[in-house]
C-alpha cells in the first residue's frame, strides 16, 4: 500500500515526527510560561507586555498558507521543518537575551523581545505547518486519530521535561544563567529535530501542478490561497477550527480566576485544577485513538463522530460549569472540569485527524496551503480566545456588579460556539458522504447520484 504514491509511514516514523513536536513544545513552553514570568515577577513588568509579545507570536502564525504553499512547491517538507526550527531555536535564544536585557534598559529589551518573538512565530508556523502535512500525505487514513494523539501526546511530554528538568536548573535564578539554560534547551531541540528528519522523508515527493507542464509558469502565492480558498470543503473546515478552537481556548485564562473567585481554591488547588483538567485532555485523545487503531480489526466511531460528539460534550460540559455557579457549595467541580477536559481532548485529537484527511483532498498538491490555512485559522483563534475570555468577564462584571452572572455568561456563550462547531463538523461531514457517494456511483454504473438514465 502507498500514499501518495510512496510507502506510508509506521508508527515509528510517526514517533519520530512526534519528537520534532516535543523539541517543538520545549522551546516554546520556556519562550511562553518561563520567560512570562520573569518579565511580570522578577523585572516587575505590566503583565500585559508578555500578553502582546504572545500575541504576535500568534499574529505572525497568519503566514502558515505561505510556508505550507512552499512545501508544496518544493515537493519536500523536511527542509521547511528543519528551517522552521532553527528559527524558532534563534528566536527562542534571542527571547532569553532580550529579557535580560530588560534588565538594564526596558525599550531595547522590548524592541528586542518583539523582534525574537516575530521569530517565534516564524518557526512555530513553518516547522509545524511542514509537520503535519508530512503527516498527512504519509500516513493511511485509519492510522490519522492515532497519529494525531501521538504527536500532541510528545508535544505535551517535552512541555513537561522542559518544566521540570530545565526549571530545576533556572535556581539560582540568574539572568545569565536564564540565557545560559534557555540557550541549551534550543540547541538540544534543534539537534532533536536533526535526528528525527533526517532520512524519513526519502526523496522528492511529488511533482507540483505547475511544473508538470513546463509551458505553464509556476502559480503565484495568491492564485493558490485562491484555489485552495475557493473549495467548498477546505472553507468551511477553516471557520470550523475557527469557531471550535476561539470557544477551546477561551477558557483558558479564565477557568483558574473561576475556581477562585467562585468556589474559594487557592492559587495552589487552581493549580492542580488545571491539572485535572489536562489529565482529562489527555485521556480523550488516548481514547480517540485506541478507537481508531480499534479491537480485532474493528474501529469504533469515525473522526467526524468523534469530532461532533467531543463539539457537544464540550459545550455541555460548559453549560454545566456556568450553571455551578450558583450552586459552588454541592457542585462537583473537579469531575466537572475532567469531564470538559476529556470532551477537549477527543474533539481535538479528531479535529486533527480530520484536518490530516481533509488536507489531501482536492488534488493539486495543495496540502501544505490547505494545513497552513487551517493551522492560520487556529492561531487567530488562539489569539483572540484569551482576549475575548478575559474581556467577557470584565465587562460584564462591571456592567452586573456580580462575579457570578459574569463567568456564568462567558461559559454559556463557549457551550453555544462548541454546539454551533459540532453543527458546522456535521454537515461538512454530511458533504463529504455524498461527494463519495456520487464517485462511487459514477464509478460503479455510470450514473450521476440521483439521477436516473444511461
Request: net charge positive.
Amino acid at each position: 500500500m502507498t500514499v501518495h504514491g510512496q510507502k506510508p509511514l509506521g508508527w515509528f516514523g510517526i514517533v519520530r515526527l512526534g519528537l520534532v513536536q516535543t523539541a517543538l513544545g520545549a522551546i516554546v513552553i520556556l519562550t511562553t510560561s518561563t520567560l512570562n514570568r520573569v518579565m511580570v515577577v522578577e523585572l516587575m513588568l505590566p503583565a500585559m507586555l508578555p500578553g502582546i509579545l504572545v500575541g504576535i507570536h500568534y499574529a505572525v502564525q497568519l503566514s502558515r498558507p505561505r510556508w505550507g504553499y512552499g512545501s508544496d512547491m518544493g515537493g519536500r517538507r523536511t527542509p521547511w521543518i528543519i528551517g522552521g526550527m532553527a528559527v524558532l531555536a534563534l528566536g527562542g535564544v534571542g527571547a532569553s537575551l532580550s529579557v535580560a536585557l530588560m534588565a538594564s534598559s526596558t525599550v531595547l529589551g522590548i524592541v528586542a523581545a518583539t523582534l525574537a518573538f516575530i521569530a517565534i512565530g516564524v518557526g512555530v508556523g513553518a516547522s509545524g505547518t511542514s509537520l503535519l502535512t508530512l503527516l498527512a500525505v504519509r500516513v493511511v487514513p485509519h492510522r490519522r486519530a492515532p497519529a494525531a494523539t501521538i504527536v500532541w501526546v510528545m508535544m505535551i511530554v517535552g512541555f513537561i521535561l522542559t518544566a521540570a528538568i530545565a526549571g530545576g536548573q533556572l535556581d539560582p535564578f540568574s539572568m545569565t544563567r536564564l540565557v545560559v539554560v534557555t540557550s541549551v534547551v534550543c540547541a538540544l531541540a534543534f539537534a532533536l529535530t536533526l535526528v528525527a528528519v533526517v532520512g524519513l522523508e526519502g526523496q522528492r515527493q511529488a511533482v507540483p501542478a505547475a511544473a508538470e507542464t513546463s509551458d505553464e509558469p509556476r502559480p503565484s502565492f495568491r492564485q493558490v490561497i485562491g484555489e485552495v480558498w475557493a473549495e467548498p470543503k477546505a472553507r468551511n473546515f477553516s471557520i470550523f477550527v475557527f469557531a471550535s478552537m476561539l470557544a477551546y481556548s477561551t477558557q483558558d485564562l479564565i477557568l483558574e480566576p473561576f475556581a477562585g473567585a467562585i468556589y474559594g481554591y487557592t492559587p495552589g488547588a487552581s493549580t492542580q485544577l488545571a491539572g485535572t483538567q489536562h489529565g482529562g485532555v489527555l485521556l480523550g485523545m488516548i481514547i480517540v485513538a485506541l478507537a481508531g487503531m480499534g479491537f480485532k480489526g474493528r474501529r469504533f466511531g469515525s473522526l467526524q463522530a468523534w469530532t461532533v460528539g467531543g463539539c457537544v460534550a464540550s459545550g455541555l460540559a460548559l453549560f454545566a460549569l456556568a450553571i455551578s455557579s450558583r450552586f459552588p457549595e454541592v457542585w462537583p467541580l473537579q469531575a466537572n472540569v475532567f469531564a470538559l477536559g476529556l470532551a477537549n481532548g477527543a474533539f481535538a485529537v479528531a479535529a486533527i485527524g480530520s484536518m490530516m484527511s481533509l488536507a489531501s483532498e482536492g488534488g493539486k498538491n495543495r496540502e501544505g496551503v490547505r494545513m497552513g490555512l487551517w493551522g492560520a485559522a487556529q492561531a487567530i483563534a488562539f489569539g483572540l480566545g484569551g482576549l475575548v475570555g478575559t474581556m467577557g468577564i470584565d465587562i460584564t462584571r462591571a456592567i452586573t456588579g456580580s462575579a457570578a452572572f459574569a463567568y456564568t455568561t462567558v461559559f454559556t456563550l463557549e457551550g453555544v460556539v462548541f454546539l454551533a462547531s459540532a453543527l458546522l463538523a456535521a454537515r461538512i461531514g454530511m458533504s463529504h458522504l455524498a461527494e463519495k457517494r456520487n464517485r462511487l456511483a459514477v464509478a460503479g454504473d455510470g450514473y450521476l447520484s440521483g439521477v436516473g438514465g444511461p
